[in-house]
């Protein structure tokens, strides 16, 4: 059975006045796990939202909650985001000198553990984190902003994720209707899409993405 690439939509270019009704209508459209950019004017330039988000969000839709915290100490948001309903935590490996330390306490709350990687960090660094990560989010463009171009050479490192782990490969930053068929070549099982998602109508360009998407030669997982 082929895999296919599964399109998670990040809330970051939606409009932050209207987020339950924009939330509610990607869960409509099946889109049922929702991708949250933490940023937190530190480990990036610009501050997006917190914990509370994710809990007053989860009240209205009963969506998978991804929280991909790009925060400089993030051992300070763990229990903040386990509390509000977060089912995956994703915390940056250039943000902690203990990064092994966080994904075990990500599993000790009870949810999957993501671990993220820069496009300048080398794939390589992941070596000791493999067998404990749940997941593994692949930037493909440097952290802090939507609707930035994806850095094509980053994909190779999901071909060499591929080789040497069971963990969920996701690739976060610049995919669209011209990348997304790159994603799946290199065999990704997930993709963050955001600023694409909302730039014309979701009923028109949510099908041309999952055809687009529809290419992954990579065995379901
Ligand atoms: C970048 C974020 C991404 C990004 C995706 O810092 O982690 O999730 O917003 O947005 P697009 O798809 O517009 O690159
Ligand atoms: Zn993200």
Redesign the pocket.
């Known amino acids: 059975m082929q895999g296919q690439l599964k399109i998670v939509p990040?809330i970051?270019?939606a409009s932050q006045g209207n987020l339950t009704a924009t939330v509610k209508r990607l869960h409509a459209a099946g889109l049922t796990t929702i991708?949250l950019?933490i940023m937190d004017g530190c480990f990036?330039p610009e501050i997006t939202f917190g914990a509370k988000l994710c809990a007053d969000l989860g009240k209205e839709v009963d969506a998978t909650w991804d929280a991909?915290l790009?925060v400089a100490n993030p051992e300070h948001q763990l229990e903040r985001f386990a509390e509000a309903g977060a089912d995956w935590i994703t915390v940056h490996y250039e943000s902690s000198n203990h990064i092994h330390r966080l994904l075990s306490r990500i599993k000790e709350l009870g949810k999957l553990a993501g671990v993220s990687i820069n496009p300048g960090t080398p794939v390589t660094a992941l070596e000791p984190l493999l067998d404990i990560a749940d997941l593994i989010l692949v930037m493909t463009?440097n952290?802090?902003?939507?609707?930035?171009k994806l850095i094509t050479s980053c994909l190779d490192k999901v071909r060499w994720l591929l080789e040497r782990t069971e963990a969920k490969l996701m690739v976060?930053?610049?995919?669209n209707l011209e990348t997304i068929g790159q994603v799946a070549d290199a065999g990704a099982d997930l993709t963050?899409?955001?600023?694409?998602l909302f730039r014309e109508e979701l009923e028109t360009v949510l099908p041309k993405l999952q055809q687009a998407a529809a290419h992954s030669p990579r065995e379901s997982r």
């Open positions: 990040s970051l270019s991708h950019d990036v991909h790009m463009v952290p802090g902003w939507g609707g930035q976060d930053g610049g995919v963050v899409v955001g600023s694409a």
